[in-house]
């Protein structure tokens, strides 16, 4: 049943063209860089083998390059006021699979592959290897020349409202829909206490616990974040399946065990928790399925946000640096 259901998946994404993506398309480089696609999937792999949490970064960074400027690869430039630099770019991670697979693209076919498009194609890879859903990339997305820190307030935030989050995902064309379905990212995802400590210990300058987070879990999360612990320490987004790809997320913001408060508010809304429970249901099987088809749409909505193509931007040799 879910091969049938995937084969399925597949045919329709083939014919989900890059309407309204700003002239993307799919096999761009088809004829300019025909190993383009094999060169990235290959680098990204070699990685994940060797740290499967890259697979989040890569899907992370992806996420934040697009939320400020557009998909323009302007997440990867290096430079005291760059965008990476961005307190809500803290703990990004997975820039050096991005430079390797550009050098082997530079290598093969110098100046044809942009680093907006690298990204774009390695979160699709990380989230395959993750045992999740494969999809067609569009691609034709030029690399920006603009990157700055102070735009990053665009990016959303782990303490923003619901009301906060959808105008955040509005503005870049995204629906509640879009907003829920690509937070599931966090399914393979992890973030830092600094994030969310405050909801063990002090949650609205209270002294007490969160009272959203289901009770039980909360000695778990204490004992991994204290009070005046290290507040870079990594902690898995889905406490059941942390390197699968699947709706084990969504069951935990249902069942009260979200980590960050912006993942447990969708389920204190009627429009968004709706949706959540649509993915959670009861057992994996064609709900788990119905995540994995709208997740890749939700993806190729999202890398078509504000791209440059044609002669916009430019196509950078190093990725962390302007031309």
């Known amino acids: 049943m879910e091969v049938v259901f995937a084969v399925f998946v597949m045919t329709l994404l083939r014919g989900f063209h890059a309407q309204g993506l700003g002239g993307l398309e799919i096999g761009f480089y088809s004829s300019s860089c025909p190993n383009a696609e094999a060169i990235i999937r290959a680098t990204v792999e070699a990685h994940f083998n060797k740290d499967p949490t890259i697979a989040a970064g890569l899907l992370r960074l992806h996420f934040h390059d697009c939320f400020v400027q557009g998909c323009d690869g302007s997440i990867l430039i290096t430079g005291a006021s760059a965008e990476r630099n961005a307190l809500a770019n803290f703990g990004l991670r997975g820039f050096e699979v991005i430079d390797d697979a550009k050098t082997l693209l530079e290598a093969s076919c110098p100046g044809a592959v942009s680093c907006a498009d690298i990204l774009a194609l390695a979160a699709r890879d990380a989230v395959v290897l993750s045992n999740g859903p494969s999809w067609e990339v569009p691609t034709g ?45 966090h399914t393979i995802g992890q973030t830092d206490c600094l994030f969310f400590r405050y909801r063990l210990y002090n949650f609205t300058t ?118």
């Open 141 to 185: 997305r030029r690399d920006g020349r603009v990157s700055s820190k102070s735009e990053a307030s665009s990016l959303p935030s782990p303490l923003d409202s619901i009301a906060i989050q959808r105008n955040k995902f509005m503005s870049k064309g995204l629906n509640d829909h879009d907003l829920v379905t690509l937070v599931g990212a």
């Open 206 to 323: 209270t002294g007490n616990a969160d009272p959203t987070l289901n009770q039980a879990f909360l000695p778990q999360l204490q004992a991994i974040c204290p009070k005046n612990g290290d507040g870079s320490k990594r902690v898995t987004l889905d406490k059941d399946s942390q390197f699968k790809f699947d709706v084990s997320f969504f069951k935990n913001v249902r069942d009260g065990n979200g980590i960050l408060e912006s993942d447990q508010r969708l389920w204190g809304e009627a429009a968004t928790s709706s949706i959540v429970q649509n993915y959670a249901g009861n057992v994996r099987g064609l709900l788990g399925l119905r995540f994995d088809f709208e997740f890749p749409k939700a993806m190729i909505k999202m890398s078509g946000i504000e791209v440059k193509t044609g002669a916009q931007g430019e196509i950078r040799k190093i990725c962390s640096m302007f031309n």
